[in-house]
Nanobody, 123 residues
Framework: QVQLVESGGGLVQAGGSLRLSCAAS????????MGWFRQAPGKGREFVMA????????YYSDSVKGRFTISRDNAKNTVFLQMNSLKPEDTAVYYC????????????????WGQGTQVTVSS
């Protein structure tokens, strides 16, 4: 069982930056692929980025390419999402998720979810 807690969301102007964190419980954090998803009002949950347990593979959505970066600190059981050059269309609730095994990008492939953190980008 893995418990995830996100933090770092907030209100930012377009062009600004935010760094989201996701703290995970448990001793086997490095076994899990960690992903970030987001959900805007009235829309489905969308894949943003993911990183495997050994930090050798990362995947990203084209919508965030060149602007967002995912990283993890296995010693601190934490995964990060650095978001730069934010746009109003990045406004959403951002969720951290975990799964055992290789990186996949579908929400249904992830077993554990955080409660979400709101990111609002004003124009």
């Amino acid at each position: 069982q893995v418990q995830l807690v996100e933090s770092g969301g907030g209100l930012v102007q377009a062009g600004g930056s935010l760094r989201l964190s996701c703290a995970a419980s448990g001793r086997t954090f490095s076994r899990y692929t960690m992903g970030w998803f987001r959900q805007a009002p009235g829309k489905g949950r969308e894949f943003v980025m993911a990183i495997d347990g050994t930090r050798t593979r990362t995947y990203y959505s084209d919508s965030v390419k060149g602007r967002f970066t995912i990283s993890r600190d296995n010693a601190k059981n934490t995964v990060f999402l650095q978001m730069n050059s934010l746009k109003p269309e990045d406004t959403a609730v951002y969720y951290c998720a975990a799964r055992e095994g290789r990186v996949l990008t579908g929400p249904r492939d992830y077993n554990y979810w955080g409660q979400g953190t709101q990111v609002t980008v004003s124009s």
